[in-house]
Nanobody, 120 residues
C-alpha cells in the first residue's frame, strides 16, 4: 500500500509564506509525475503545480511566480514553497503522485489534504 502524507499547512497572514511537504511511503518501483492541487469550499479540485521525475514544472497562472514546486526523489518527498500568499489562496491542498507499483502498473494516489488559511 502506498501512502502520501502532507504537512506544513496552517494559518498565515497575507503576504506571508508557507512550505508544504508530501512524503510518499510504501512499496513501489518509482514515482513519475507529482503535483499539488487545491480545493475551495463547494468547488472542484484544481491544479496548482505539477513536476515530472526529472524536475520539469508547470504552474497554474494564479500561482506562477509566487509558488515553487520541487521534489527530493531520494526521499520520495514533494514540496510546495508558497510566497506572497493571498487570501484567495485559502483552500485545502492535496498532494498527488503517479506511482509505478511493483507490478509495473501506474496508479494515482492522493494525500489526505492540508488546510492553508490566509488572513487579511
Amino acid at each position: 500500500q502506498v501512502r502520501l502524507v502532507e504537512s506544513g499547512g496552517g494559518l498565515v497572514q497575507a503576504g506571508g509564506s508557507l512550505r508544504l511537504s508530501c512524503a510518499a511511503s510504501g512499496s513501489f518501483l518509482r514515482i513519475d509525475e507529482m503535483g499539488w492541487y487545491r480545493q475551495f469550499p463547494g468547488k472542484q479540485r484544481e491544479l496548482v503545480a505539477l513536476i515530472t521525475a526529472d524536475g520539469r514544472a508547470n504552474y497554474a497562472d494564479s500561482v506562477n511566480g509566487r509558488f515553487t514546486i520541487s521534489r527530493d526523489n531520494a526521499k520520495n518527498t514533494l514540496y510546495l514553497q508558497m510566497l506572497s500568499l493571498k487570501t484567495e489562496d485559502t483552500a485545502a491542498y492535496y498532494c498527488y503522485a503517479d506511482v509505478i507499483r511493483l507490478s509495473s502498473r501506474s496508479t494515482n494516489y492522493w494525500g489526505q489534504g492540508t488546510q492553508v488559511t490566509v488572513s487579511s
